[in-house]
């Protein structure tokens, strides 16, 4: 990477001289493109206190942990074996809802035993990312309460995304790989008189909607002690996107979140757009804020849907899934897909929208606001609805920023952080909508502020399609985008962009990125690295649902059975994310 | 399709009147309270008509079910929309989604579990192949662990492919020929939209067949036992566990 490091500069992060007063010379910080976030430097040793100083001085108050991206840089150009630098990068990514500022806060790990001091208590939020990277990099957290593996199962052996290990190599799992009792045997109390029981909740259960498993300790039907866990649907979607050309990771990124799969392309396209220095026409800009904005509808209906059949309300589940049928159509008109898209390209959409696409998208506001309307009628002041979902998974404030909560869990526990508000991308600085909030923090305010968000989803989309823009769709830039094919056929330079698109893929310029949007369910951040080369040398995701179930075991703690399952549902958590 | 439907006889019929037997084992007066048919084609017909699913959903082809069995597409027209979460009310699995090393041995337990007769439908490409994730942590296909009647492809299928893949089912239930293939263990899954001639041989005799190191799928005729021993955890990565 050509970025190099240099004494503390003022201009990028506003407590400089702050830092360089309390953490004399350890903390230094890095030269960043435009397009990233701010970074810092620092070594393992100081990172413990770095850490303290970001989250607790009011200069810096980062006070909301959002994702741990590690590199393995052996691969990339110009690393030199045990050279300075190292072969492993922790990259803390850190966010101050007071300041709305991010930071990437780095640090350099060698080749031989890679070890950090574990940030859980500083950011309770960095547990299980500190178990993902010790799973899949094989970087050590020293004081981690649990380090165990997370996504992959115990009879792995390596760490799957070091780029010495083969993307096609399996281990074989047995029952007994899979976490049984040791919960049992932890929370077994013998002064406890009365008999506590152990209840397996998944991975293959109803409620959870996909692929998730908690063990609980149960006394009755109070929760006593939970623990959860993930990685039942760990398809590898990093070390995939490593092997394929930046725009073939497209079609990966729409099974991230398949409840809204073009929020995603979208993050994706945005953040390599930005690492390319490329801007994408208005026409691009508007469609993909619509269809961001029907996916979100979608995304929420199935939340709420699928949420209320647990809860013993299944009419509710017919009435949101009809408008939900009718956005697949206008989502298969677009792109001849219903669920997986693949419809983000760099610089653009894959194909032009269809001719009646403004018409047709109008016509679907209509049939969303009645059947929200219906699910509201119903449920929003339905008593046993309020009797299962009024002050049951409550989240505090504090709470959910120090578990690393965003999206409509953050802001229903009274945090308006939305990323579509305080770091407008695509069209979003040009309209009007508001952010739902509720204080409670319970299930209940996680249930209305979604209601709310599909109101204000269709604000923005009743307003983008008054003035829908005009003209091209996509990039006149041949660097990523075909050129049209009379250029093609004509022009010897149109020939040769399309040779080398068509053989080598985008060219991406070796650098390294944090771009995030806002997903249904929170922020969705990309960790990109590039190496120059037409290949991803690293993706990470930031997916939101994965700090939202890593909490899920705390809030259930001393609830019921019941209501646990309704809080799972409303926390929304979508596996394909989860473990990617 | 030649599967005769049951045929009925009726005696001593009155138009538009049935009346009940007058008790168990007496037969009724009139009406048409009996027909003559073989057992195993009631049977089959009855097994064809109502079955249970139980969904195996994992990712984003539970998405899809859902739309199935929601109101716009509506299983119940097939008969088929009593979904059961427990595998012992069940008698279809769908394996909707990819099934990941991770949860191989719940799919062999739910599988387990169900009580004879059983089917099992491979919804999407991911449960059928592994799809896409060619990758180290993805079972490359559920036939490596459940024997599997019909694949759905598409990633993920429509409904109306699904729908096909259920359709296709019970003809093969209705047929008897599944009952007989499966005891003859000449077996040979049919596959939903794609072409036939690139089936793989679904049968793994119920054993976990995916070894450490592994490749390709197996061809049929290698136990699963044997590429166990041969190629048994290979130390690979740097060996941390």
Request: with cysteine; hydrophobic share 40%; charged share 25%.
């Amino acid at each position: 990477m050509s970025t190099t490091l240099r004494g503390l500069d003022r201009s990028t992060v506003s407590f400089g001289p702050l830092l360089e007063q309390k953490l004399k010379g350890r903390v230094t910080v890095e030269e960043r493109p435009g397009f990233d976030i701010p970074t810092l430097v620092t070594d393992a040793g100081t990172l413990k206190e770095a850490a303290l100083f970001l989250r607790d001085d009011p200069a810096a108050a980062y006070d909301l942990f959002l994702d741990l991206a590690s590199v393995d840089r052996s691969k990339l150009p110009g690393h030199v074996e045990g050279g300075p630098g190292g072969r492993f990068q922790a990259n803390y990514i850190l966010y101050s809802t007071k300041r709305n500022e991010h930071l990437r806060l780095r640090v350099n790990l060698p080749e031989k035993d890679p070890a950090a001091p574990s940030l859980t208590g500083v950011w309770p939020a960095a547990n299980w990312f500190e178990r993902e990277a010790w799973d899949l990099m094989g970087i050590r957290f020293d004081g981690h309460p649990n380090l165990q593996r997370l996504l992959t199962h115990n009879g792995f052996v390596g760490h799957a995304l070091r780029k010495d290990y083969d993307k096609g190599q399996r281990w074989l799992c047995t029952e007994e790989d899979l976490l049984q009792t040791e919960l049992a045997a932890k929370t077994d109390d013998p002064a406890d008189m009365f008999e506590t029981m152990t209840l397996n909740f998944g991975p293959s259960h109803p409620t959870t909607h996909g692929t998730l498993r908690i063990v609980m300790r149960v006394d009755g039907e109070r929760i006593v002690a939970a623990e959860s866990e993930c990685g039942y649907l760990h398809r590898c979607f990093e070390k995939m996107s490593e092997t394929h050309t930046w725009v073939q990771v497209i079609p990966y990124t729409d099974r991230l979140n398949y409840c809204s799969p073009m929020i995603n392309g979208n993050g994706y396209a945005l953040a390599v757009e930005k690492m390319l220095g490329i801007d994408v026409p208005q026409r691009a800009k508007a469609a993909r804020t619509v269809l961001n904005e029907f996916s979100r509808i979608m995304d929420h209906l199935v939340c709420i849907g699928a949420n209320l059949v647990d809860l013993g309300a299944l009419t509710n589940f017919w009435y949101a899934f009809q408008p939900r049928e009718e956005i697949y159509g206008l989502l298969e008109a677009c792109c001849g897909a219903r669920l997986t898209s693949s419809y983000a390209r760099i610089g653009g959409l894959a194909k032009d929208l269809p001719e009646n696409f403004v018409e047709w998208s109008r016509s679907l506001l209509p049939t969303i606001r009645d059947r929200v309307a219906d699910v509201d009628g119903l449920i929003t002041k339905n008593k046993i609805a309020w009797k299962r979902l009024r002050g049951t998974g409550v989240v505090t404030k504090e709470q959910a920023l120090a578990w690393g909560f965003t999206g409509p869990c953050l802001r229903a526990s009274g945090v308006a952080y939305d990323v579509r508000k305080d770091n407008p991308y695509e069209m979003y600085g040009d309209v009007d909508f508001d952010v739902p909030i509720a204080t409670e923090g319970d299930n209940f305010a996680r249930y209305i502020v979604r209601i709310e968000e599909i109101r204000q989803s269709m604000r923005i989309i009743e307003q983008i399609l008054a003035k829908f823009p005009k003209g091209p769709i996509n990039s006149d830039d041949y660097r990523v985008i075909l050129p049209p094919k009379e250029m093609v056929y004509n022009e010897m330079e149109g020939l040769i962009y399309h040779f080398k698109l068509v053989f080598e893929g985008v060219k991406v310029p070796a650098g390294e990125i944090y771009s995030y949007t806002e997903g249904a369910n929170g922020e969705l951040g990309f960790s990109l690295v590039s190496d120059g080369s037409g290949f991803p040398y690293r993706v990470k995701v930031r997916p939101p649902c994965f700090p939202l179930f890593a909490a899920y075991e705390k809030i259930i703690k001393g609830g019921m059975v019941s209501d646990a399952v309704a809080t799972l549902g409303l926390l929304n958590i979508i596996a394909g994310e989860l473990d990617r | 399709m030649k599967t005769p439907l049951p045929s009925l006889s009726v005696r001593n019929a009155v138009p538009g009147r049935i009346e009940p037997p007058l008790g168990p084992g007496m037969p009724s007066t009139s009406g048409a309270d009996f027909l003559t048919t073989k057992l195993d084609v009631a049977v089959q017909w009855a097994q064809s008509n109502s079955l249970w699913p139980m969904p195996f959903g994992t990712a984003c082809c539970a998405i899809e079910f859902m739309s199935v069995v929601s109101s716009h597409y509506d299983l119940a027209r097939f008969g088929a929309e009593v979904v059961r979460f427990s595998p012992r009310q069940a008698d279809l699995l769908i394996v909707a989604g990819t099934v990941v090393d991770k949860l191989a041995p719940v799919l062999k337990k739910v599988y387990d579990q169900m009580a004879e007769p059983k089917w099992v439908i491979s919804m999407g490409v991911c449960a059928s192949t592994g799809g896409f994730y060619r990758a180290y942590h993805v079972v490359q296909g559920i036939d490596e662990i459940v024997p599997v009647d019909v694949y759905v492809a598409g990633c993920p299928p429509t409904p109306e492919n699904l729908i096909h893949g259920i359709m296709e089912l019970q003809k093969m239930i209705q047929s008897g020929d599944l009952a007989r293939h499966r005891a003859s263990r000449t077996f040979v899954p049919i596959r939903v939209g794609t072409d036939p001639d690139l089936s793989i041989p679904a049968y793994s005799d119920g054993v976990m067949a995916h070894t450490a190191g592994k490749k390709e799928l197996p061809s049929i005729g290698e136990t699963a036992e044997s590429e166990l021993g041969a190629s048994a955890r290979t130390a690979a990565g740097d060996g941390n566990r």
